[in-house]
């Protein structure tokens, strides 16, 4: 199998305050992990790529001071979203692809940020 | 840059009923392109994946078919039922190896009714 878990599921903070979400292989090693972000009723967009021991890859118009990205072991990587506003509240999505095909990815469940 | 579209953006059909879910693409230099499935509020589920090479692939009542060189793929569900109501997304893949990137089509929102 290719297990990926989030968590939280969900999570509720307040304008200002930063929020770390986790994603996790559960039943494989992943030296890359993706994170997206999807709003309702969009598709998702991707913000980053994890890159384990290394620094992530950011896409265009992605903050990386803003959504902080460690990928510290090869099942773990981390989203911290750092002085959330309103407008940070959306679903956040991760994903790793599983070695040695690196054929497709596996998601996660999702994490679904309010900030108010 | 590779921008994915998907037609119709909604979809209401009565159970039993055949369908098909079209995605096109701008760029045909694709190495995958993948469909998925998605319950509201819920992460994606694998439904078919289809390499550049294959023109199809089939699983269950899931059949995906693949043209490279006019930038199409479509999905095509037989005897729908109620529990197939979902959002489906298609996705493709650029380049091979640990960087590549999906990029997500717009999405198919399904319905089907009783």
């Known amino acids: 199998g290719a297990v990926v878990s989030q968590h939280p599921s969900w999570v509720i903070c307040k304008s200002g305050t930063s929020v770390k979400i986790e994603c996790r292989s559960l039943d494989f090693q992943a030296t890359t992990m993706f994170w997206y972000r999807q709003f309702p009723k969009q598709s998702l967009m991707l913000m980053a790529t994890s890159n384990e021991g290394s620094k992530a890859t950011y896409e265009q118009g992605v903050e990386k001071d803003k959504f902080l990205i460690n990928h510290a072991s090869l099942t773990l990587s981390t989203l911290t979203v750092t002085s959330a506003h309103p407008e940070d509240s959306s679903f956040y999505i991760c994903s790793a692809k599983k070695p040695p095909l690196n054929l497709q990815q596996y998601f996660g469940p999702g994490t679904r940020l309010t900030v108010t | 840059k590779q921008e994915v579209t998907q037609i119709p953006a909604a979809l209401s059909v009565p159970e039993g009923e055949n369908l098909v879910l079209n995605c096109s693409f701008t760029?045909?230099?694709?190495?995958?392109l993948q469909w998925f499935r998605q319950d509201p509020g819920k992460g994606l589920t694998s439904l078919l994946l289809?390499?550049?090479?294959?023109r199809e692939q089939t699983s269950g009542r899931l059949n995906a078919s693949l043209d490279k060189s006019s930038g199409r793929s479509t999905l095509y569900i037989a005897a729908s039922q109620p529990g197939d109501s979902a959002t489906y997304l298609c996705a493709v893949i650029a380049n091979t190896g640990t960087a590549s990137k999906l990029t997500f089509g717009t999405g198919t929102r399904l319905q089907v009714t009783l």
């Open positions: 289809i390499q550049s090479s294959q």
């Open positions: 760029d045909s230099a694709i190495y995958n």
